[in-house]
């Protein structure tokens, strides 16, 4: 535990503590009345209230769209259902800028539904939801039908054998076995709206604004760091509550439940209602998934005067882009892939070594250890992205001007997915195997290598493949410590999309194509390694 301790002690508690320290103390005193001055505030209680209600709003709407998918994925067997389940993950894979920028194309101004029925959606609270519902509808289909395809249907066959209708069947058996699932995916979707920042800042416009979007604009704009300071303390006491209940459902569904082989339970659609209940998914998943990521690559490639590459050759030249980089936009590209193999590899390390102490532990120790790896998905990324910059400036670690900076705030993000992928993996492993190899002469190392190794290699690519997916997309620390002169892919999407110009616009969905590409490329290679369904994600 003593790696991933100190690795998270140095990069992310003690900057977050420093912001909070600098918006909060004068002359060495702490100021605590400042947080009764901004929360007393109009304008901020109006942006707390828009968190909670857009977060629960997105919740709602996310599991009512996605909980027929999760049912048709767990019991249906039909062509081409491997290749969907990756198809509907992507979303969940791609950086929040390309979310936004996807739906922009489709919502926005000169947008697909703008010009064919003159309706737009981009600074509306609905576009926000709808892009909530595309980012997360993966979480309720892998966390529920995944847990759905493992639950035996002869109880609630044995259910209706003694007069139960097929409704309350399903009421009084299925649905309180799958009640802690459902909670833990509706907590998670929660947690993801509720620190929602790529995608408010570029369809919600200047009319609605989360804790997150507005911890940026305190910091970033006005240099307010007490009142971002207060929000990243209120940001900070929500997650930590969520995550708490979090973890007693996810306690709760893994002792609670005897499960059986997903294969068992798997069938061919029977009658018109499965029919139509499949088609309906299907549908659902062209219109929410594949419509907004089919816009944004048309929009990629129309000109105007039509269809070409344009676009993506001006790509290659930095004076295409109007002064916004100092090297060529296409540049971005291979800093995004350098800097998300890095922080892979960092985050594979720490991870690792996490997931092989909590399986080695148990008690209040190890669960305030693995709440602790969970908590960069839900702090503010600006906070620890700003906190780099003002506690990273002195030797022995002067790292302001160091490259390493993007991958480590990358890897922070990167490090709770290899826990929660490899931890269900390790703690299957039989500890007798080890004693055994131990009692034939093996050293530790020796025996991890030959015993555990072999056995969690699938999973560790696995857990590899999301943190590089989820390194490639990092915008909120990313934005503030990527240089000038080696910018990211979610950054230079940002910025080109923050400048006028029909060009800048065309390079903006560009680039979030070629990120598509490249995560949805990684997925699928995921989609081939991984034969089970272990792991949370």
């Not at 369809?203 to 760091?225: C, D, K, N, S």
Request: overall charge positive; hydrophobic content about 55%; some cysteine.
């Amino acid at each position: 535990m003593a790696v991933p301790v100190a690795f998270f002690a140095l990069f992310f508690a003690y900057p977050v503590a420093a912001i909070v320290g600098r918006g909060l103390k004068t002359d060495g005193v702490w100021q605590f009345g400042r947080i009764g001055e901004v929360l007393g505030r109009p304008e901020i209680r109006e942006v707390l209230w828009f968190t909670c209600w857009q977060a629960l709003a997105s919740t709602a709407l996310t599991l009512l769209i996605a909980l027929p998918g999760a049912y048709v994925f767990a019991r249906f067997d039909f062509p081409g259902k491997q290749l969907l389940r990756a198809v509907v993950t992507v979303p969940f894979v791609l950086p929040t800028v390309v979310v936004g920028t996807a739906f922009l194309a489709l919502l926005g101004r000169g947008g697909f539904l703008d010009e064919l029925w003159g309706v737009r959606l981009d600074t509306t609270v609905w576009a926000i939801l709808l892009a909530h519902v595309f980012f997360n509808y993966a979480v309720v289909v892998r966390t529920v039908g995944g847990l759905w395809a493992q639950l035996d249907p002869r109880q609630e066959e044995a259910a209706r054998v003694l007069g139960a209708g097929r409704f309350a069947a399903w009421r009084r058996v299925t649905l309180p076995a799958l009640a802690p699932a459902v909670a833990a995916a509706a907590l998670m979707v929660f947690l993801f709206t509720f620190t929602s920042f790529g995608v408010v800042q570029i369809l919600g416009g200047p009319g609605f604004a989360t804790l997150e979007v507005e911890i940026y604009r305190q910091t970033a704009q006005l240099l307010a760091l007490p009142t971002a300071a207060v929000l990243t303390l209120v940001q900070f006491a929500a997650v930590g509550a969520i995550l708490a209940v979090h973890a007693w459902t996810v306690r709760r569904r893994e002792r609670a439940l005897r499960l059986v082989d997903p294969a068992r339970t798997a069938h061919r659609p029977r009658g018109a209602g499965q029919w139509a209940l499949l088609g309906g998914v299907l549908l659902t998943v062209l219109l929410l998934i594949l419509l907004p990521l089919g816009v944004l690559v048309e929009r990629s490639v129309n000109t105007g005067d039509g269809h070409g590459l344009d676009y993506y050759r001006a790509l290659g030249s930095a004076d295409a882009s109007g002064g916004t980089f100092l090297v060529a936009p296409l540049e971005a590209v291979a800093n995004s892939l350098q800097y998300a193999l890095v922080a892979t590899a960092i985050a594979v390390v720490i991870g690792g070594l996490a997931a092989a102490a909590l399986t080695r532990r148990a008690g209040r120790l190890a669960r305030g250890f693995d709440a602790l790896l969970m908590l960069p998905l839900g702090v503010s990324a600006v906070t620890v992205g700003f906190g780099f910059l003002i506690t990273l400036d002195e030797p022995p670690l002067d790292l302001r001007t160091s490259w390493i900076l993007v991958p480590l705030a990358q890897a922070l993000v990167g490090v709770p997915f290899v826990v929660r992928t490899m931890l269900p993996v390790l703690r299957a492993v039989d500890g007798r195997l080890r004693e055994a190899a131990a009692v034939l002469g093996a050293s530790p190392l020796r025996a991890w290598r030959e015993v555990d190794l072999p056995l969690v290699r699938r999973a560790l690519l696995v857990a590899a493949g999301f943190a590089f997916a989820v390194s490639l997309g990092e915008f909120g620390a990313t934005v503030f410590i990527a240089r000038p002169d080696r910018p990211t892919l979610p950054v230079a999407v940002a910025r080109l999309l923050g400048r006028a110009g029909e060009l800048n616009y065309g390079q903006a969905m560009a680039l979030s194509t070629l990120l598509m590409v490249v995560c949805a490329v990684s997925l699928l290679l995921l989609e081939r390694v991984r034969t089970d369904r272990t792991g949370e994600f």
